[in-house]
């Protein structure tokens, strides 16, 4: 209960979790806390926050490079941050028992 009397900004600040440009928490900064089990491809998998999407990227685009390397149809797709939040939070959802969801796109 002692975490839900502190301000969110500390919490931040406690964990190294980037603020925003104001030195407090704002959308960007929320919008970097991508979690998932997939970030270290090698190794056991544990769910845990991404340090890095640079590296989150790039082990997308491999598991992508291999999925088009077998697949009949291959995606081509850009992995871009607003993509792999998606991705991640898809996986996610995926790994629950009896878990689904339904995704409507534009376009």
Known sequence: TKHFQQPVS???EERGLPLGSTGDV???SL????YCNFAVP???RTYRRVESTEGLQSTMSTFLDDYNAVSSKPMKL???LF???????ISRVLQMP??????AGVG
Do not use: Q, S, Y
Not at 31 to 34: G, K, P, T, W
Not at 83 to 89: F, K
């Open 42 to 44: 090698k190794g056991k």
């Open 98 to 103: 009896r878990g689904n969801v339904l995704l």
């Open 26 to 28: 704002d959308d960007d």
């Open 31 to 34: 919008r970097r806390l991508i």
């Open 78 to 80: 850009v992995l871009f």
């Open 10 to 12: 500390k919490l931040f």
């Open 83 to 89: 993509a792999m939040e998606h991705v991640c939070r």
